[in-house]
C-alpha cells in the first residue's frame, strides 16, 4: 500500500485544521539546520517555515525532509526521557510528531496531546485528535474526525479523506475541534482557490498577492 504521506501518493494526505490553531507562530527567519537543544515552540516555527518552502526544488524538499526527520527524532527522544515538562512543551512536541506518518511518533503525538490538556494547555486536544486521525490513515482506515484531506490528481479536487460517518459534532468538541461543516467549508475554498488559480495561470493573469 502506497503511504497517504508520500509526496508522491494520490491521494496526498494534508492537515486542516493544525495551520489554523496556530497561525501565527511561525517567523519569517530562514533555517539553515535544525538546532536540536532549541526549545519545541521553536522548532516548530522552524518545521513551518520549512513546510512554507517545501513548494521548491527537488533539493528543497529533501533538505527539509531531513531535518523534519530529526526533529521527530528529538521530540521522541525528549518525551522518552521525561525532559518534557511544561504543558506548552507537550503541546508543541506534539504538534511536531503529528506530521509523522510514523505510528510510533503519532501514538506518542496523541499521548503528548492529551496530556499538555491535562496540564492546562486545551492546544492539546486537537493535537490528539489530529494524532488519531492520522493513525487511522496509516492503516488505510477512515479518519474519525475529519482533520485530514486529499488531494485527487483525477478530479482536480480536494476532498476530505475517508471518514467515519458515525462521529457525532458533539464528538468533535469534546476534543476540542470544530464541526465537520467548518472542514467541509476550508475543503471549498482550497478548492475554489485552486480553480482561481488554475483560471489565472490560463489567462496568463499576475498572482493575487
Not at 524538499?61 to 526521557?81: P, S, V
Not at 491535562?118 to 486537537?126: A, E, K, Q, S, V
Not at 478548492?191 to 493573469?205: A, D, I, P, T, Y
Request: some cysteine; glycine content about 8%; aromatic content about 6%.
Amino acid at each position: 500500500m502506497v503511504s497517504p504521506f508520500s509526496i508522491a501518493a494520490a491521494p496526498i494526505a494534508t492537515t486542516l485544521l493544525l495551520g489554523a490553531l496556530l497561525l501565527g507562530t511561525s517567523g519569517c527567519a530562514s533555517t539553515p539546520g535544525v538546532v536540536l537543544d532549541a526549545p519545541p515552540s521553536e522548532m516548530y516555527s522552524a518545521m513551518t517555515r520549512d513546510m512554507d518552502r517545501r513548494g521548491g526544488s527537488a533539493a528543497v524538499f529533501e533538505a527539509t525532509a531531513g531535518r523534519q526527520e530529526e526533529r521527530y527524532a528529538e521530540m521522541m527522544r525528549r518525551a522518552e526521557a521525561g525532559e518534557l515538562k511544561t504543558a506548552e512543551e507537550h503541546f508543541y512536541a506534539g504538534a511536531i510528531l503529528v506530521r509523522s506518518s510514523e505510528m510510533d511518533q503519532l501514538l506518542m503525538a496523541e499521548s503528548l496531546g492529551r496530556r499538555a490538556a491535562i496540564m492546562g494547555d486545551r492546544r492539546g486536544l486537537p493535537v490528539a485528535g489530529e494524532a488519531v486521525d492520522r493513525q487511522a490513515m496509516t492503516q488505510d482506515l477512515p479518519q474519525k474526525y475529519g482533520t485530514q484531506y486529499s488531494y485527487s490528481p483525477v478530479t482536480g479536487n480536494w476532498q476530505i479523506y475517508r471518514l467515519d460517518p458515525s462521529t457525532t459534532d458533539e464528538q468533535r468538541a469534546e476534543t476540542g475541534l470544530p464541526p465537520l461543516s467548518w472542514f467541509e467549508g476550508r475543503v471549498r475554498m482550497l478548492n475554489e482557490s485552486e480553480r482561481s488559480e488554475h483560471l489565472r495561470r490560463e489567462l496568463k493573469l499576475p498572482p493575487v498577492n
